[in-house]
């Protein structure tokens, strides 16, 4: 069992930056490759951004590419995305998950095993 709380979210002007945190325990950290996601009222649960097990690979949805960047510090246990030029259609709940496989990416949610309980981000115009 892997256990993951986010934090870092809150309410931000346009254009301006947010750094989400998940923090996991439970299992090797290590031996997961680690997604965000998100949902907005309404829409279904969207990926945002993976990295694998090292941090080496990484992977982003197209509407975010550019502008976030998902790191990782397995000596923490912690899984990190770095929001810039935030615009107020990046307004959701955001959910970090675990996913079994440590190198393989996934842009499916039914890719990951484990969840967070979502952390919301506001994006004010």
């Known amino acids: 069992q892997v256990q993951l709380v986010e934090s870092g979210g809150g309410l931000v002007q346009a254009g301006g930056s947010l750094r989400l945190s998940c923090v996991a325990s439970g299992r090797t950290f290590s031996s997961y490759a680690m997604g965000w996601f998100r949902q907005a009222p309404g829409k279904e649960r969207e990926f945002v951004a993976a990295?694998?097990?090292?941090?080496?690979?990484?992977d982003y949805a197209d509407s975010v590419k550019g502008r976030f960047i998902i790191s990782r510090d397995n000596a923490k246990n912690t899984v990190y995305l770095q929001m810039n030029s935030l615009k107020p259609e990046d307004t959701a709940v955001y959910y970090c998950?675990?996913?079994?496989?440590?190198?393989?990416?996934?842009?499916?949610?039914?890719?990951?095993?484990?969840w967070g309980q979502g952390t919301q981000v506001t994006v004010s115009s």
């Open positions: 990295i694998s097990w090292s941090g080496t690979t990484t």
């Open positions: 998950a675990a996913r079994g496989s440590a190198y393989i990416l996934s842009r499916a949610r039914n890719g990951y095993m484990y």
